[in-house]
């Protein structure tokens, strides 16, 4: 197996917009070329985190705080560093995010408006602001994402309001500004080939 350097990709994009299935699509891709590979999920990944996954999407939790949702994506995420994310950097391999801290500043920061200073704060103590060597944003209109939600069980997330959700696009936006030379901004209305054609070029050069 191919383990030439530690490599940290994150994948974001409000719900619908089709990051899992290109995040999925890379890390077989990888596993073919005979990487090293991981991919985890947020929040997921470990069984604590697991646990307080279910607790963050269970559109019945309709009392939960911004303050306490936010903290419970940190617990959540601090946990899978330290169990998993952080072991796998330090052995040279490659981690894949399906969501990261960027969901986080996008959801919470912006959608809830906690603004940006807890979510500076938080960042650098539960995840001594380890950064993703490159973020993926698979950017979506929220007419489309929402068509392609309709057929779903949604979960508290995918229900909230087209309000809440275009500030949540909108804050994944300007954090890619903020930062172009760690986001690749694709448009999540391309065929998944076209979209893959795209990310697997990126990934490459930071493997070459």
């Not at 947020?42 to 996954?53: F, H, L, V």
């Not at 650098?124 to 209109?141: G, H, N, Q, S």
């Not at 979209?195 to 070459?208: G, M, N, P, S, T």
Request: aromatic share 8%; net charge positive.
């Amino acid at each position: 197996m191919k383990t030439k350097r530690a490599l940290f990709i994150s994948f974001e994009g409000i719900d619908g917009s089709g990051k899992s299935t290109q995040v999925k699509m890379l890390y077989h891709y990888l596993l073919n070329e005979g990487y090293v590979v991981h991919l985890f999920r947020e929040p997921g990944g470990t069984s604590i985190s697991e646990k307080i996954r279910s607790i963050l999407l269970d559109k019945n939790n309709v009392e939960m705080t911004p303050i306490a949702e936010v903290l419970l994506y940190f617990a959540s995420r601090n946990q899978l560093l330290h169990e998993k994310v952080l072991p796998a950097l330090e052995r040279g391999e490659i981690v894949l995010m399906d969501r990261y801290v960027d969901s986080s500043r996008a959801y919470q920061g912006v959608g809830r408006a906690l603004g940006a200073r807890p979510l500076n704060y938080l960042t650098k103590f539960a995840t001594y602001d380890r950064k993703p060597e490159l973020t993926i944003l698979v950017d979506l209109p929220l007419e489309t994402a929402e068509d392609r939600l309709s057929e779903k069980n949604l979960d508290r997330f995918e229900s909230e309001s087209m309000q809440f959700k275009r500030k949540v696009r909108s804050g994944y936006l300007n954090l890619a500004k903020k930062e172009p030379s760690r986001y690749l901004v694709v448009d999540g209305r391309a065929s998944p080939d076209d979209l893959f054609r795209q990310i697997k070029l990126r990934v490459q050069e930071l493997l070459d």
